[in-house]
């Protein structure tokens, strides 16, 4: 099966990397993007995104006429939709309504012989759903799901599994996990993925491949909450919880993870929750360490309150108005601009909404605060240290490794300063 045109839905921080990665291979790649901006942006060579050398490789695949940006979807041999999965309500119920978009909106296009692959993080059972509602707008294709290996549409789901930071290099050298919904699918998927994998294709179901990488991301969530839980209870007994994971680790088969403000980002923080969904009743571990992590923002937001409480103390001369507290770091991992589900941007709020006196951000990979955080200020490291009264460290950046508070009180998430 050969593919001179392959579509990728949504140019977010794993579509557009995607498509660079297989346009870089000489492959026409249209990218198809709702919000306008961004479309124009990609279309000047340019990203909108922070990701280490993502910039080159799109403005060279851009340069030489491989890749375009469109907001419509157009004929393709193979259709990749990477758009959002967030979850809503109190309950976390999976949004699906992105996906569906995405299928009814290329649905027109396709034709037989097309494959359709979907990237993004879902809950078990969404490929399926995705297959049912481009068969719903195309009655005069077949699909795997009614046609099984005769269909005329392929259909499988390929979930991404990068690191943001390191997102086109892991591309490339990760292994995938191809969950065809009949071993044809599969054998597609993985024809098209080895355009430029160097990875193994692993071949399994569509509902296996949802599930492992839900299974992945709840793994890394169950032990971030062990560590986050861990140093709650060092600070009651007044224990370094740095210098005991340290300590503990030197044990062979020990390896506590470092607790930080929370647990952010488009997949630990939502994708256990796809879990307890479709089992809740079986689900208790999962559950409680989602509850353990999405309960550490508030932990430290009283952290930062007994830090003015003390401040105020030892300045008897000073009111709550006039004490100025500084947020280093919102994105919800260091070193990238990705503000998603971030525990940082949530204390952040809460400070907003909490705190009387001045509110100052740091974060070196943004030009604008989100207006959520207005009328907050967003400086330089140099300037929030010879301002602030209280310095919370929130995400080490590496430009706050370089920098350490000399005055005030400080409150540090992740142990560097």
């Known amino acids: 099966m050969s593919f001179n045109t392959i579509s990728v839905i949504g140019l977010g921080y794993i579509g557009l990397p995607t498509a660079a990665v297989f346009a870089s291979r000489k492959v026409k790649v249209i990218g198809v993007e709702v919000h306008q901006r961004t479309i124009d942006t990609i279309n000047k060579g340019e990203v909108h995104i922070v990701e280490p050398d993502l910039d080159m490789v799109v403005h060279a695949a851009v340069k030489e006429g491989y890749l375009r940006a469109t907001r419509q979807p157009e004929p393709a041999d193979a259709f990749l939709i990477a758009v959002p999965t967030p979850f809503k309500g109190d309950n976390h119920e999976p949004d699906l309504s992105y996906i569906e978009s995405a299928a009814r909106s290329l649905a027109p296009v396709l034709a037989k012989g097309n494959l359709v692959i979907l990237e993004s993080t879902s809950p078990v059972g969404a490929t399926e759903k995705m297959a049912a509602w481009m068969a719903e707008a195309r009655p005069d294709l077949s699909f795997p799901q009614h046609a099984g290996e005769d269909s005329d549409i392929r259909v499988a789901h390929c979930p991404e599994r990068v690191l943001p930071g390191h997102v086109i290099r892991e591309l490339v050298e990760n292994d995938r996990v191809v969950g065809g919904m009949t071993p044809k699918c599969s054998a597609a998927a993985c024809n098209l993925y080895g355009i430029f994998l160097r990875g193994e294709c692993v071949v399994t179901t569509a509902r296996t491949a949802e599930m492992c990488k839900l299974t992945e991301n709840s793994f890394r969530d169950v032990n971030i909450a062990f560590a986050n839980e861990l140093s709650i209870i060092c600070d009651k007994l007044e224990i370094d919880v740095w210098e005991l994971i340290r300590l503990a680790n030197r044990h062979p088969r020990v390896n506590i993870l470092q607790p930080g403000p929370g647990v952010g980002g488009h997949c630990i923080a939502v994708d256990p929750w796809f879990i307890v969904s479709s089992a ?138």
């Open 280 to 417: 809740p009743d079986e689900s208790k571990v999962i559950t409680v360490a989602r509850q353990v992590n999405d309960g550490k923002p508030d932990w430290v937001k009283e952290k930062v309150h007994l830090a003015v409480a003390k401040f105020l103390t030892d300045n008897p001369d000073r009111a709550m108005k006039s004490v100025t507290v500084a947020c280093y770091g919102l994105a919800f991992k260091p070193d990238i601009d990705d503000l998603r589900e971030s525990p940082a941007m949530r204390i952040a709020k809460n400070l907003l909404e909490s705190h009387p006196g001045k509110l100052i951000m740091v974060e070196p990979n943004i030009s604008v605060l989100p207006k959520t955080l207005m009328p907050a200020q967003l400086v330089d490291p140099d300037v929030a240290i010879e301002r602030a009264d209280i310095h919370v460290l929130l995400v080490d950046h590496k430009e706050f490794r370089k920098v350490s508070p000399v005055r005030g009180v400080t409150v540090d998430t992740r142990g560097i300063w």
